[in-house]
Each structure stands twice: as structure tokens, then as C-alpha cells.
């Protein structure tokens, strides 16, 4: 009982980077499907892509480079017939078993910000600006960051874009 409290209350990290031989390898998506536990939702005439990056994240103690982003190539498609904000295609979607936080490094497809949604299927839990494709700043950073902290239980939760995003890094800390 011991080893497993233990190992229960240790930090759970899960962190999706779209440059793995598996990611690239499946190229394109035109129906739902799920790598790593990422789900990303898809559709023969909403494909989601695998695309080449190389985007630049500077933290204060390293450098990271992404070669390999999720290209949501257009808005979220909500589901329309059950009414409610639970994106069916142009979105990824994981499972959150607890309170945590959410960490998302993403730019707009051009060179216009776009909305970023995170929702839980029934509401809207969170939204940022993905900035534009050009983004960079005084350190060399391309790649801004946003988080957001999950304070509920079990749930499904998805990331969608209301235009174009690129999803070049995806976070979660339990």
C-alpha cells in the first residue's frame, strides 16, 4: 500500500511533440484517430496534418526546437446536432483523470492571431490568442506559450482553434 501511495502522489507529465517517427509516419488524418492517447479529430474533408516546423522554444535554461507541428488546417467543426461546444473535427482531444495543469505552445496558421479554445465537451474552460506564424520575440522564442490549470476530475478535453492552428507542442501536468 505504501509503494503505490507513493507512486500515486509522484508528478504525472505527458507531453505530445508531433516530430516521432510515429507522428510523421501517419502524415495526414481524415478520420478520428489516436496516437499516444492524443486523439485528433478528423474528417475526409477536414484533414489534420503533420507538418514540418522547425519553431524555437527559449527557456530561461535551454533551448528547445520542434521540427514537426499538428496542422488544424481550419476552424473547429462543432457538433451541431447534439448542440453542443464539443468539436467533432479540426481538434485534438485527451483525457484529464484529475486536476492539473495544461501547457500548450501553438501559432496561427498565417500571420493573424486566432482564438484557442479549450473546452471540456459541455463548456468552454479556457481560451488564448495563438500568435501569428512569424511570431518571435527579444530572446529568439517562436513559440509562446499558454497554460491553463484543469481543476475538476476525470473528463475528456479538447483544443480547437476557431480558424487555422498549429499545434506544435502539447503539455499536460498532473
Not at 504525472?12 to 492517447?37: C, L, M, N, R
Request: hydrophobic share 40%; proline share 7%; with cysteine.
Amino acid at each position: 500500500f505504501y509503494a503505490v501511495s507513493l507512486l500515486l502522489a509522484q508528478p504525472q507529465t505527458k507531453d505530445w511533440v508531433f516530430g516521432t517517427p510515429e507522428w510523421i509516419a501517419k502524415k495526414s488524418f481524415y478520420a478520428p484517430d489516436y496516437i499516444d492517447s492524443l486523439g485528433v479529430l478528423a474528417g475526409p474533408k477536414t484533414p489534420v496534418h503533420v507538418i514540418a516546423a522547425n519553431k524555437t522554444y527559449v527557456s530561461p535554461t535551454t533551448t528547445y526546437t520542434f521540427t514537426h507541428a499538428l496542422r488544424l488546417t481550419d476552424g473547429a467543426r462543432p457538433d451541431t446536432i447534439n448542440q453542443i461546444p464539443v468539436p467533432i473535427s479540426m481538434a485534438v482531444a485527451f483525457e484529464m483523470n484529475g486536476p492539473g495543469m495544461i501547457r500548450v505552445m501553438s501559432l496561427s496558421t498565417n500571420q493573424q492571431p486566432r482564438q484557442v479554445l479549450i473546452t471540456d465537451g459541455v463548456k468552454m474552460l479556457h481560451s488564448f490568442m495563438a500568435m501569428p506564424n512569424n511570431f518571435i520575440d527579444s530572446t529568439g522564442n517562436q513559440l509562446p506559450v499558454a497554460n491553463y490549470f484543469y481543476k475538476k476530475f476525470l473528463h475528456s478535453i479538447n483544443i480547437c482553434s476557431t480558424f487555422g492552428l498549429c499545434l506544435t507542442n502539447l503539455e499536460i501536468f498532473k
